[in-house]
């Protein structure tokens, strides 16, 4: 079979396009986007296009790009600004992008409407729970405190603790086991659920390391994950099948 002129193969899009957000530094002179490329890998091998989308994306822009995206990939980076959700700054705050937060906002309430799949990925899935109203544990040292090295001093690619996955889940049908080794390089974490949001995976401290939608429609992919799996498909074959699920999903 060829494809058609849009590059679909009856009706599902050959090489699914898939926004990839990216973080943001502001130096003296000089404003950067970037992205690491582990993240651009990953949807590669998956068989989707990754397109990078920076937070210097004006309206008009990131329209036309949305418009075109078949999936959206949230990647890690920074914190979150707790005004967001309500809260004054912890101390430990650190690496806020203010028009980062608003453009992936922006994005997951557009792809959320337009029920494309979402793929959110350590700051990611704590994105896509402020987007739908719910809240983070701003330093997860210290409130709610834990003994678990979320921010390990581990190569990024080594795994340092379990996860727990609900049996029953789409994340555990997706990654193919309810246990696995995951990497943690995260300084905030999910608190109150969003709208919507169901947490089906935690580490043994409790810490909620995976959401999905708790929606009847079971088509629908939208999943978050608090470690790393882009640092860990050259190893892991669960991290493997999570980027081929959300690309397959994409080219619906």
């Known amino acids: 079979m060829t494809p058609d002129a849009a ?32 993240y651009l890998a990953a949807v590669q091998a998956a068989g989707g296009v990754p397109v990078p989308l920076p937070p210097q994306l004006d309206e008009r822009s990131l329209s036309a790009l949305a418009e075109r995206l078949d999936g959206l990939l949230l990647t890690g980076g920074g914190d979150l600004d707790p005004v967001l959700f309500g809260e004054p700054p912890h101390p430990t705050l650190s690496e ?20 494309r799949p979402i793929l959110a990925i350590c700051r990611g899935i704590q994105v896509l729970n402020v987007a739908l109203g719910g809240s983070l544990y701003q330093d997860v040292g210290s409130d709610p405190g834990t003994e678990i090295q979320h921010q390990q001093p581990a190569p990024r690619e080594q795994p340092t603790h379990e996860v727990k996955v609900a049996p029953e889940s789409l994340l555990a049908r997706v990654l193919g086991t309810d246990a696995l080794e995951v990497n943690s390089l995260h300084h905030q974490a999910v608190k109150a659920l969003g709208r919507g949001l169901h947490a089906v995976a935690f ?25 790393h799996p882009e640092e860990l498909v050259g190893r892991d074959q669960a991290a493997r099948r999570l980027f081929r699920a959300f690309v397959d999903a994409s080219r619906k």
């Open 96 to 115: 806020v992008a203010p028009a980062r937060d608003r453009l992936e906002i922006t994005l997951v309430r557009r792809f959320m409407e337009a029920r």
């Open 203 to 227: 580490a043994p401290d409790g810490i909620v390391e995976g959401v999905e939608l708790d929606d009847p429609d079971s088509s629908r992919f939208v999943l978050g994950v608090q470690w």
């Open 7 to 38: 590059g679909c193969y009856g009706g599902r899009v050959a090489h699914p396009l898939i926004g990839v957000t990216t973080s943001v530094t502001v130096g003296k002179d000089l404003e950067r986007a970037y992205v690491n490329s582990a």
